[in-house]
């Protein structure tokens, strides 16, 4: 395994989510019951005819071969040797992402997105969602991308129901570094998103 983290902040730290961390990505995005057709932090990931199909175990595998590539499918946070924290990040080209009519694409940069930050129960609070994020950009930059961007909600500080926050919110960018981008046609938990956008930095 790794042992040079991404991220680092308050004693938690930042990896990607290689095969041999397949047990914590399962951990974080795995549903309670295998043979359940959810989750897996997919539904942002293929496209919905593919996910709808992808049923039971088979989400898992899915999951689990995309560890096995050269580019990881995400980062997991640790406490020491327990993970606590999950976030996707890919090119947006190879996303659902790359084909919405609802996010616009802000150029022709090559963006890689961020869209699932997730801290496990009992770990909320403790600041992972900006560790999460700064590894999960750093790992954007490592494999090549110019700029990086997330689609939080624009909450201006009111309460998001957890469901949802998945999704991030803009603070939770702002406070990594990324800037307001773009505004679009797209609502979680009844607040417009927002497409905030964070470039490269050099080293």
């Given at each position: 395994?790794?042992?040079?983290?991404?991220?680092?902040?308050?004693?938690?730290?930042?990896?990607?989510?290689?095969?041999?961390?397949?047990?914590?990505?399962?951990?974080?995005?795995?549903?309670?019951?295998?043979?359940?057709?959810?989750?897996?932090?997919?539904?942002?990931?293929?496209?919905?005819?593919?996910?709808?199909?992808?049923?039971?175990?088979d989400?898992?595998?899915?999951?689990?071969?995309?560890?096995?590539?050269?580019?990881?499918?995400?980062?997991?946070?640790?406490?020491g040797?327990?993970?606590?924290?999950?976030?996707?990040?890919?090119?947006?080209?190879?996303?659902?992402?790359?084909?919405?009519?609802?996010?616009?694409?802000?150029?022709?940069?090559?963006?890689?997105?961020?869209?699932?930050?997730?801290?496990?129960?009992?770990?909320?609070?403790?600041?992972?969602?900006?560790?999460?994020?700064?590894?999960?950009v750093?790992?954007?930059?490592?494999?090549?991308?110019?700029?990086?961007?997330?689609?939080?909600?624009?909450?201006?500080?009111?309460?998001?129901?957890?469901?949802?926050?998945?999704?991030?919110?803009?603070?939770?960018?702002?406070?990594?570094?990324?800037?307001?981008a773009?505004?679009?046609?797209?609502?979680?938990a009844?607040?417009?998103?927002?497409?905030?956008?964070?470039?490269?930095?050099?080293g």
């Amino acid at each position: 395994m790794a042992t040079t983290p991404l991220a680092a902040s308050d004693g938690f730290r930042v990896f990607p989510a290689t095969h041999a961390r397949f047990d914590d990505v399962r951990t974080m995005v795995g549903p309670k019951n295998p043979t359940s057709s959810v989750c897996w932090c997919l539904s942002h990931r293929i496209p919905a005819k593919e996910n709808r199909e992808l049923a039971g175990p088979d989400r898992g595998a899915y999951v689990e071969a995309l560890t096995r590539r050269r580019t990881k499918p995400g980062v997991l946070a640790y406490d020491g040797d327990e993970v606590v924290g999950w976030a996707a990040v890919a090119p947006r080209a190879d996303l659902p992402f790359a084909r919405s009519t609802k996010i616009p694409h802000v150029d022709d940069q090559r963006a890689w997105s961020v869209w699932c930050i997730r801290v496990r129960p009992g770990h909320r609070g403790r600041g992972i969602s900006h560790v999460l994020l700064d590894g999960a950009v750093t790992y954007a930059v490592q494999r090549g991308a110019p700029v990086v961007e997330g689609y939080p909600v624009d909450n201006q500080g009111a309460k998001v129901d957890l469901t949802m926050a998945y999704v991030g919110t803009r603070k939770l960018f702002e406070d990594a570094g990324f800037e307001l981008a773009a505004r679009t046609d797209a609502t979680s938990a009844g607040f417009p998103r927002v497409v905030m956008r964070a470039a490269a930095r050099p080293g």
